[in-house]
C-alpha cells in the first residue's frame, strides 16, 4: 500500500533554516506529483509546493509555491530513492506548522489534487 513518511521537522530560529524529506512507498514514485502542505495549530491547511512527476519532471519548470514560501523554499526530489525534499530557509514564525507530504493523483502538480498523505512532521520556528 501507499506509505509517505515525513522526517526533518524540529525547532528552528527564525531566519534558520530546515530540510523536509519524505520517503515513499508502494507506488511508481517517478510517474506522480508530490506536494508539500501544512496546517498551523487553529488554521486550515494551505499548500506550500508541489512538483510534478512523469516525463514533465527534471524539465526546469516543474515546481510550484505558494506565496508564502516563495523564494524562501525549494522542493525536489530524487526518483532513485523515492525520496521529495522542502528545503526551507529564511524561516519565520509563522511557517510553524505540521508540515504534511501529499501524492498526487497523476503527474500533474495541481495544488489540492490529492489522494494520500503521510502523518506530518512538526516543525517550529521560535527563538
Known amino acids: 500500500q501507499v506509505q509517505l513518511v515525513e522526517s526533518g521537522g524540529g525547532l528552528a530560529q527564525p531566519g534558520g533554516s530546515l530540510r523536509l524529506s519524505c520517503t515513499a512507498s508502494?507506488?511508481?514514485?517517478?510517474?506522480?506529483?508530490m506536494h508539500w502542505a501544512r496546517q498551523a495549530p487553529g488554521k486550515g491547511l494551505e499548500w506550500v509546493s508541489g512538483?510534478?512527476?512523469?516525463?514533465?519532471?527534471?524539465?526546469?519548470?516543474?515546481?510550484y509555491y505558494a506565496d508564502s514560501v516563495k523564494g524562501r523554499s525549494t522542493i525536489s526530489r530524487d526518483n532513485a530513492k523515492n525520496t521529495v525534499y522542502l528545503q526551507m530557509n529564511s524561516l519565520k514564525p509563522e511557517d510553524t506548522a505540521r508540515y504534511y507530504c501529499?501524492?498526487?493523483?497523476?503527474?500533474?502538480?495541481?495544488?489540492?489534487?490529492?489522494?494520500?498523505w503521510g502523518q506530518g512532521t512538526q516543525v517550529t520556528v521560535s527563538s
Open positions: 501529499v501524492k498526487g493523483p497523476s503527474g500533474a502538480a495541481i495544488a489540492g489534487s490529492y489522494d494520500y
Open positions: 508502494g507506488f511508481t514514485f517517478s510517474s506522480y506529483a
Open positions: 512538483i510534478y512527476g512523469g516525463e514533465i519532471s527534471g524539465s526546469g519548470s516543474d515546481t
